[in-house]
């Protein structure tokens, strides 16, 4: 049974920082490529960062260039985003899944992680 928990959110002020992790268990998770989502109040799931973990490449949408960096330990089957500078507009619930030809892989999403980012 495949299994996302994410983790590490929270409530921070404008220009804080956070670190999300993933743990994934249920699927070979060396050989998988990850990405964070997020789902802003109102809006559709976005993607947020993506890491092909063989190839070592990453790829992250424009609001996230500079800002944010993803990363993984495979002997943990974790998946790590580092957040920082974060933004009011960066508030949403977060969440992590494997991919399959650039979307997700698995319809088992993680109840995921909520950031408020709020003076």
């Known amino acids: 049974q495949v299994q996302l928990v994410e983790s590490g959110g929270g409530l921070v002020q404008p220009g804080g920082s956070l670190r999300l992790s993933c743990v994934a268990s249920?699927?070979?998770?060396?050989?998988?490529?990850m990405g964070w989502y997020r789902r802003p109040p109102g809006k559709e799931r976005e993607m947020v960062a993506a890491?092909?973990?063989?190839?070592?490449?990453?790829n992250y949408a424009d609001f996230a260039k500079g800002r944010f960096s993803i990363s993984s330990d495979n002997a943990k089957n974790t998946v790590y985003l580092q957040m920082n500078d974060l933004r009011p507009e960066d508030t949403a619930v977060y969440f992590c899944?494997?991919?399959?030809?650039?979307?997700?892989?698995?319809?088992?999403w993680g109840q995921g992680t909520q950031v408020t980012v709020s003076s």
């Open positions: 899944n494997a991919l399959s030809r650039g979307g997700p892989r698995y319809d088992d």
């Open positions: 249920g699927f070979p998770f060396d050989t998988s490529a």
């Open positions: 890491l092909a973990t063989i190839e070592r490449i990453t």
